[in-house]
């Protein structure tokens, strides 16, 4: 059923104060956790910093590590795929131009996504629990890759295309750290990641083709 227009900004509204509220409690809990370390700080501390009630804390976190950690990453759009699968320039480029614009549709906050890669580098812990939350991305993006590989070669050896795949996955995810932090530190449109990316691939030729 449509929804009506009169409903719509109100949808609207209540999306954009969820937003703001989560930023507002993961701004505070990394703050937190950069200054006392994270076994120092509580849920009641982070409710405290961000004026809202643990009630409401769990609600939208679970853990004390959810808000650290992050709302996970959304699955990229159908249109998105759609465009990655019908691409036809490098591999590793487009994947990473795919894993962008998923990146971005989601509206990531510079300043909380730099705190927590701060955060992950102090602690290792906490960050073996974000590869493992992840896990799957990887093992999805595996099988994207290999729906575009044996789309456009299906002759190829099923062993050899796997392989592909995952060294695929492996450079382009590597890459989009690396590009995604250079986002994070910068102050441009959002459409400068994809910049980055560009100048990121030229850079893996110049290491691979000395």
Known sequence: ???STSDAPATGLRERNRIRRTRRVEHAAL??????????VTVDMICEASDISPRTYFNYFGTKEGALLGQPA??????????FLAAHGPI??????????????????????AMRRRLFAQEPELHALQVTRVAHKRQATVALVLR???ERCPDLDA?????HAQLVM???MGA?????????????????????????????RRIVTP
């Open 31 to 40: 703050t937190l956790a950069l200054e006392h370390g994270v076994d120092h």
């Open 1 to 3: 059923m449509p929804t």
């Open 92 to 113: 590793v480029e487009d994947l990473m131009v795919l894993m962008a614009r998923t990146f971005l549709a989601s509206s990531p906050d510079r300043e909380v996504f």
């Open 74 to 83: 959304p699955d990229p759009d159908e249109s998105l795929v759609g465009d």
């Open 148 to 150: 575009r590989l044996t």
């Open 170 to 172: 492996s450079v382009a």
């Open 159 to 163: 062993a050899a295309a796997r392989d």
């Open 176 to 204: 989009f750290l690396v590009v995604s932090l250079k986002w994070a530190e910068g102050s441009g449109e959002h459409s400068d990641i994809e910049t980055y990316i560009h100048a990121a691939i030229d850079q893996i």
